[in-house]
């Protein structure tokens, strides 16, 4: 029968597979190792650059107006108005003037 036959050969693949045990143990082992250096050296990487890219973000002097209090964002802007407040005022100015209503 076929599927008799279809039950030996899995049985005769998996005693095969079962068999190179230790030989799949060595390649798991080898691509650990593989990772664990990749790691590594990423790691090394990420210190050396993390802080010069923190000592950039800290000079960047354009602060996101989005999301921070109103108070805030006009006293490190030095501004009186916010600056989208102010640009939705003079779009609406520059296309409303053409209207009216």
Not at 67 to 91: D, F, N, Q, W, Y
Request: a negative charge; aromatic letters at 6%; one cysteine or more.
């Amino acid at each position: 029968r076929s599927s008799d036959l279809c039950r030996d050969q899995l049985a005769a693949d998996m005693y095969n597979f079962i068999s190179k045990e230790g030989e799949h143990g060595r390649y798991f082992l080898m691509l650990l190792g593989a990772q664990a250096e990749y790691h590594r050296k990423a790691l090394a990487v990420l210190e050396k650059v993390l802080p010069e890219i923190q000592a950039q973000q800290d000079k960047w002097t354009e602060k996101p107006a989005f999301g921070t209090p109103l108070e805030e964002h006009l006293k490190r802007s030095a501004r009186e108005i916010a600056l989208p407040l102010e640009a939705c005022v003079m779009m609406l100015l520059e296309t409303g003037e053409d209207r009216k209503s």
